[in-house]
């Protein structure tokens, strides 16, 4: 169902969860139990050399069909060889659900970021996304 041009609110969600499922689709994806879900995503989706992107994580409560509040996002980059030292970047909750962290690789080549959610429940979820840092 189309929102209405009358109702501000609805179309401003309707274009938000369009945007959001848009962005998702290419995104690194865990369920657990059929009771939450966690996307991960770059922002840009191929970041550069030096400089800031964003990582976002989208927890889900499933069983509810909503937005899971107050967890904790951890986001620690390695390169796979050694040669620079790890990045740790904290998430903050930049909206009901969604978590976002700033992160900046200062060397070429291959990095792996480690994305570790802790639910409000305690059960953690660990993810890894692979990136190729361009000079």
């Known amino acids: ?10 179309a401003a969600l309707a274009a ?3 945007a959001a499922a848009l962005a998702l689709a290419s995104c690194a994806h ?4 059929g009771e939450s879900s966690v996307f ?4 840009p989706a191929r970041p550069a050399l030096s400089a800031p992107f964003v990582v976002q994580v989208v927890v889900r ?12 996002v951890e986001i620690l980059g ?3 060889h050694p040669g ?11 909206a009901p659900g969604i978590f976002r962290g700033s992160v900046s690789l200062d060397m070429a080549g291959a990095w792996v970021l480690r994305i570790t959610t802790t639910l409000p429940d305690g059960r953690r979820v ?3 996304m692979d990136l190729d840092i361009k000079p």
């Open 40 to 43: 991960v995503d770059t922002i």
């Open 16 to 18: 938000l969860i369009a």
């Open 84 to 94: 620079m030292a790890p990045v740790l970047v904290p998430a903050s909750e930049s």
């Open 78 to 80: 390695q390169m796979s």
């Open 1 to 10: 169902m189309a929102a209405r041009a009358d109702n501000p609110k609805r």
């Open 30 to 33: 865990e369920t657990l139990s």
């Open 126 to 128: 660990q993810q890894n």
């Open 61 to 72: 409560d499933d069983r509810h069909q909503k937005p899971m509040t107050g967890a904790k």
